[in-house]
T-cell receptor
Framework: GQSLEQPSEVTAVEGAIVQMNCTYQ??????LSWYQQHDGGAPTFLSY????GLEETGRFSSFLSRSDSYGYLLLQELQMKDSASYFC?????????FGKGTRLHILP | DTAVSQTPKYLVTQMGNDKSIKCEQN?????MYWYKQDSKKFLKIMFS???????INETVPNRFSPKSPDKAHLNLHINSLELGDSAVYFC?????????????FGSGTRLTVV
């Protein structure tokens, strides 16, 4: 079968750094993606890791360890607008399977 | 604007009715999808079409029937609506290739069955 595990909620302070983890179990693994979804909005693509290591895009970084079936999304210099749900998604050869998401709460 | 657009944004209907949701993308993508997001925000794939051909049909009741008249459009028709069909339905599209450039999602259709 296939499964993705993410913490359901994380709370952090404005200006701080937060890491959101994702562990997965699947066959036919191609890579790990991350999506952001604000309340009432559509999921938007943030990043993709096919190989081990860190990918950085501005304040957002994503990490993958294929041997550990583990990845994380790192957000730096948190802003209130980063309050949203963050989904990791496993890319297989035929489709993307989403985790249940981590709700990020940011305190002023 | 280049985007994935779906209509309607909100749909309230009675049990037993038949309804359709339309989706169009002008991104030149070759694959389109329907996802269902339940009240717990779980995003589950329903269907996938590549160049008008059905390539994924997950365990979805056959009351749900997708139709792709061309590679820019993917519509979803639902017969005999049930209370459990209430959810947000997202259309998405992607460009196939070696690297994942991500799915582009439409703004969603919030379906409420009463």
């Amino acid at each position: 079968g296939q499964s993705l595990e993410q913490p359901s909620e994380v709370t952090a302070v404005e200006g701080a750094i937060v890491q959101m983890n994702c562990t997965y179990q699947t066959s036919g693994f191609y890579g790990l993606s991350w999506y952001q979804q604000h309340d009432g909005g559509a999921p938007t693509f943030l990043s993709y890791n096919a190989l081990d290591g860190l990918e950085e895009t501005g304040r957002f970084s994503s990490f993958l360890s294929r041997s550990d079936s583990y990845g994380y999304l790192l957000l730096q210099e948190l802003q209130m607008k980063d309050s949203a749900s963050y989904f990791c998604a496993v890319r297989r050869n035929d489709k993307i399977i989403f985790g249940k998401g981590t709700r990020l709460h940011i305190l002023p | 604007d280049t985007a994935v657009s779906q209509t309607p944004k909100y749909l309230v209907t009675q049990m037993g009715n038949d309804k359709s949701i339309k989706c169009e993308q002008n991104l030149g993508h070759d694959t389109m999808y329907w996802y269902k997001q339940d009240s717990k925000k779980f995003l589950k794939i329903m269907f996938s079409y590549n160049n008008k051909e059905l390539i994924i049909n997950e365990t979805v009741p056959n009351r749900f029937s997708p139709k792709s008249p061309d590679k820019a459009h993917l519509n979803l028709h639902i017969n005999s609506l049930e209370l459990g069909d209430s959810a947000v339905y997202f259309c998405a599209s992607s460009l196939e290739g070696a690297r994942d450039y991500g799915y582009t999602f439409g703004s969603g259709t919030r379906l409420t069955v009463v």
